[in-house]
C-alpha cells in the first residue's frame, strides 16, 4: 500500500540518472503506507475494499517535502506536516497487525519518500547535493495504491481515491 508522489518522480529520476543502482525500478514517488502487504495472490475484493474503508473518510492531505534526512544505507525526505499521513499509516497497521511495516526491520518505520537505498557511504553527500536544489515541493495526496510484486514486477492492483475530494 502506497501513497504516490507524482512530484517526486523528477528527484528519483535526477538520482537514477547518476546513481542507478541507488533506486529501484517499479513503482514511482511514494510514500510507503504499508509493505509488505499481502500477497498477490491473496489480494482479493475484501483485501481492497479494507483499503478502501482506510481512506474514504480522507480529504486529501497537502504535505511539503523540503529536505533530505540520511540513514544508514537510505536518503530520504520527510512529509511536513508529518501528522494526518502518519495517522493513515498507524490506522493500516492497526487494520493489519500481523503485517509488520517493513517486516519489523526498524524500529522509526515514519512516512517517508526513499530517494535512495543502498547508496554507498561515499555517495550519499553527492545524491543530498543533487536533490536538496531541486526542493521544496509541495504537494497533495489524494489516492491510495494497492502494489503487489509478481514475477512481471511491480504493479497496481487498485487505486482508492481519499474520499474527501
Known amino acids: 500500500m502506497v501513497l504516490p508522489v507524482p512530484a517526486a518522480d523528477p528527484l528519483l529520476a535526477a538520482v537514477a540518472a547518476r546513481y542507478p543502482h541507488a533506486v529501484r525500478e517499479g513503482l514511482p514517488a511514494h510514500l510507503t503506507v504499508l509493505y509488505p502487504f499481502v500477497p498477490a495472490d491473496e489480494l482479493d475484493a475484501s483485501v481492497i475494499q479494507a483499503c478502501a474503508q482506510i481512506v474514504r473518510a480522507i480529504a486529501p492531505i497537502t504535505v511539503r517535502f523540503t529536505r533530505c534526512r540520511v540513514k544508514p544505507g537510505l536518503i530520504y525526505l520527510p512529509p511536513e506536516p508529518a501528522d494526518q499521513v502518519q495517522r493513515l499509516l498507524e490506522e493500516a497497521w492497526a487494520r493489519w497487525p500481523a503485517l509488520l511495516p517493513y517486516g519489523g526491520k526498524y524500529a522509526d518505520a515514519s512516512a517517508h519518500v526513499s530517494v535512495a537505498l543502498g547508496a554507498l557511504a561515499e555517495d550519499q553527500d553527492a545524491i543530498v547535493g543533487l536533490v536538496e536544489p531541486l526542493l521544496p515541493i509541495t504537494t497533495q495526496l489524494s489516492e491510495l495504491h494497492v502494489a503487489a510484486l509478481d514475477e ?14
Open 152 to 165: 512481471d514486477g511491480w504493479g497496481i492492483r487498485s487505486r482508492l481515491p481519499f474520499g474527501g475530494r
